[in-house]
C-alpha cells in the first residue's frame, strides 16, 4: 500500500511538471498561415536560453518607428542552423521574414533573415544560404 501511494505521487510530480513545458511550446498565439516580410535595423540581438530574441526597429508608412521583438530556437539549435551570438548587431539593417501573433502585436517568430551581406538565416535549419549573386548562391 505504502509503495503505491509513493509510486502515484511520484508519477502525479512528473506529470505535473510536463505539462507546462508541452504547453510553452505551442503555436496558439502565432499566426502561422501568415507570413510577413520586414525590413527593419537590429536593436538588440538576445541570445538565451530557453530562445533567443531578435529585436529591430521598422519604419511604417506613416515615419512612425515599430519595434518588433521576434523569437528563434535555444542557442544550441540555432548554432546547428549556422546562427551565432555575433549574428547581429546594432544598427545592422536586416529583412525579417516571420509568423506574426494573432493580435497584432510586433511580436512574432522568426523563419529566416537576410543578413545585411545578403546571406539569408534559416530558423528551420540548413545553415546561412550565399547572398544571390555570389560565389556558391543558388541560381
Known amino acids: 500500500m505504502r509503495y503505491a501511494l509513493t ?10 511538471g510536463t505539462a507546462p513545458g508541452v504547453a ?7 499566426d502561422t498561415g501568415k507570413k510577413l516580410v520586414l ?3 537590429v536593436t538588440e ?11 529591430f526597429d521598422v519604419k511604417e508608412q506613416d515615419g512612425t518607428v ?9 542557442p544550441p539549435d540555432m548554432v546547428n542552423r549556422g546562427w551565432s551570438r555575433r549574428s547581429f548587431k546594432a544598427g545592422d539593417r536586416v529583412t525579417v521574414t516571420l509568423e506574426p501573433v494573432k493580435n497584432g502585436s510586433p511580436v512574432g517568430r522568426v523563419l529566416e533573415v537576410m543578413l545585411p551581406d545578403g546571406r539569408v538565416l534559416s530558423a528551420r535549419g540548413g545553415g546561412a544560404a550565399p547572398a544571390a549573386g555570389r560565389e556558391g548562391a543558388p541560381r
Open 45 to 55: 540581438w538576445v541570445w538565451s536560453n530557453p530562445h533567443c530574441f531578435l529585436k
Open 7 to 16: 509510486a502515484c505521487c511520484v508519477a502525479a510530480a512528473v506529470l505535473a
Open 39 to 41: 525590413e527593419g535595423a
Open 66 to 74: 515599430r519595434n518588433w521583438t521576434v523569437e528563434t530556437s535555444n
Open 24 to 30: 510553452h511550446h505551442g503555436n496558439a498565439t502565432f
